[in-house]
C-alpha cells in the first residue's frame, strides 16, 4: 500500500479571494503530494509543475489542509504515470473559465474543457480516478468540490 497526499491552500491574492467567493468555499488551490518519493504535482498559471525534495516539504507545511489517502501500489502507480506525463503541460484557463460558470450557473449543462490542460483541482481530481475514485467531470471540479468529496470539513 502506498500515500497519497492532497494539499488544499488559499491565501490572500484577489485571485484566490475571488476563486473562493465563487465556489463559495474556503480553498482556492489543490495540489496531490506522493509522500514515498517527496514530490507534489500541481496546476499553477505557468503550467503543470513538480515540486521535489525540500521545495516538496516547504510547500506541504504551507498548506490548511491535507487529506492523505492509502491506495495499492497499482493505483499509485497508475497516478504517478499520469501525473509525470502532464509536466510542463499548460494551464487550462478554459477549463478555469467552464468551472466558475458550471459553479454560477448549475442548471446550465455546460461540459466545456480542454482535456489537454488542467486546472489544479482537475489535475488532482483525474489522478484520484486513475485510483479508487470515480468523479462526475473531475476536469472541471472546484478546489471546494474536491474537499467535500474527499470529507475535508469547510
Known amino acids: 500500500m502506498c500515500r497519497v497526499s492532497v494539499l488544499f491552500y488559499r491565501s ?3 485571485l484566490s479571494r475571488l476563486i473562493r467567493r465563487v465556489t463559495r468555499a474556503q480553498f482556492s488551490h489543490v ?5 514515498d518519493r517527496l514530490t507534489l504535482f500541481e496546476a499553477l498559471g505557468s503550467g503543470i509543475v513538480i515540486r ?13 489542509a491535507m487529506v492523505k489517502i ?34 454560477l450557473f ?8 480542454d482535456g489537454r490542460k488542467y486546472i489544479c483541482s482537475g489535475l488532482v481530481a483525474e489522478a ?3 485510483g479508487d475514485f470515480d468523479f462526475d467531470e473531475p476536469a472541471l471540479m472546484t478546489p471546494g468540490d474536491l474537499a467535500r468529496e474527499l470529507g475535508v470539513k469547510e
Do not use: H
Request: with cysteine.
Open 12 to 14: 490572500d491574492s484577489w
Open 31 to 35: 495540489g496531490i503530494g506522493m509522500p
Open 52 to 64: 521535489e525534495g525540500l521545495a516538496y516539504f516547504k510547500r506541504r507545511d504551507e498548506a490548511v
Open 70 to 103: 492509502t491506495v495499492s501500489e497499482g493505483d499509485y502507480a497508475q497516478m504517478l504515470l499520469f501525473l509525470n506525463r502532464r509536466i510542463d503541460r499548460k494551464y487550462g484557463f478554459i477549463n478555469f473559465i467552464a468551472a466558475g460558470i458550471n459553479v
Open 106 to 113: 448549475p442548471r446550465l449543462p455546460l461540459v466545456m474543457s
Open 128 to 130: 484520484l480516478c486513475k
